[in-house]
C-alpha cells in the first residue's frame, strides 16, 4: 500500500513539473454560463465576463460558430476593471503561459465595430501582490483574433489566485474585449496550508552561501521562490542537495509540498 502511495505521489509531483499546455477554447462551456471547467476544476467569470458564440471568429480561422469568453460595456467608450477570471476552490493556483500566444479581439459599441484600445492584465497572488502586463491591441475585422504573447520575465513561474482585465484606454472607444484559447502553464491545488512537522520535514543549513539540504519522510515537491513570491526552481526531494550558488545574496523561500501539506520557511543566501 505504501509503495502504491509512493509511486501515485511521484506521478503527481511529475505531472505538476512537467508543466503541461492547458489550452481553454470554452467549445464546452454553456452559451451565456458564467463558468468553466479547466485543469479538473471549475473557473469562475466575474462582473461582465460570460461565454457567447459567434461565426467564423476563431484564433485559427476555422468556420462554423465558437464559443469564447467574452465582456463590455454598453455606454460606449468605458474605462475600467472588465472583470476577471479565477479557479472557483480558493486552494487552487495557476500559471500563465509564455511560451505562445493567447487569443484577443478589441471593439467598441459592445462588439459592434473593431477598435484600437489597451488591455491591462493583472494577475493577483497568493499574497495578494500582483503582476501586471498591458497591451495596445487593434482589430481589424470581425473573424481574426490578436495573438498576444505574455512576457516570459513577468508570468513565468508565478502562481495567481485569478487574472483581472482591465480597459485602460480607450482610444478608439474601445469597450469590449474577447478572449478566445485563453492558455495556462499549470494549475496546481494547494488543499491544505497545514505546516508538515519536523519529523517529515528538515531544510538547512541556514544561512547557507552554497547549498540547501531539504530531507523528507516521502518524495515532495519543492519550490525556491524570490521576495516577490515568483517560482526561481522546482523539483522533487526525498534527500535533494539543492544549489542556490547562482543566486545574489538575499532573502529566498522554501516551499515544500507533501500529500496535501505545506512547509514554507524563510532561508538566507549569503
Known sequence: MKRSFLLLSIFSICSFLSKAQIVVDFEDAELNDTSFMAGGFEWKLTEDFLISEFENFSCDGSSGFNRYMDSGYLDGGSEGVIGSVA??????????????????????????????????????????????????????????????????????????????????????????????????????????????????????????DHVIFVKTEFPARVDILDTTGKVIRQGISTDQEIDISYLAQGIYFIRVNLDGYQKIEKIIKQ
Do not use: H
Open 87 to 208: 479557479p472557483v476552490n480558493s486552494d487552487v493556483v495557476f500559471q500563465m503561459y509564455t511560451a505562445g500566444s493567447q487569443c484577443i479581439w478589441v471593439a467598441n459599441t459592445d462588439g459592434e465595430f473593431t477598435s484600437t484600445g489597451t488591455i491591462r492584465f493583472t494577475g493577483i497572488k497568493m499574497d495578494n501582490s500582483s503582476v501586471e502586463e498591458s497591451f495596445e491591441l487593434t482589430s481589424t475585422n470581425f473573424n481574426d483574433l490578436i495573438a498576444v504573447d505574455f512576457s516570459e520575465n513577468i508570468w513565468s513561474g508565478v502562481d495567481l489566485t485569478s487574472l483581472q482585465i482591465e480597459i485602460t484606454d480607450t482610444q478608439d472607444s474601445t469597450d469590449y474585449i474577447a478572449i478566445d484559447n485563453l492558455t495556462f502553464e499549470s494549475i496546481t491545488l494547494f488543499t491544505s496550508t497545514e505546516e508538515l512537522s519536523e519529523q517529515k520535514v528538515d531544510i538547512s543549513p541556514n544561512p547557507t
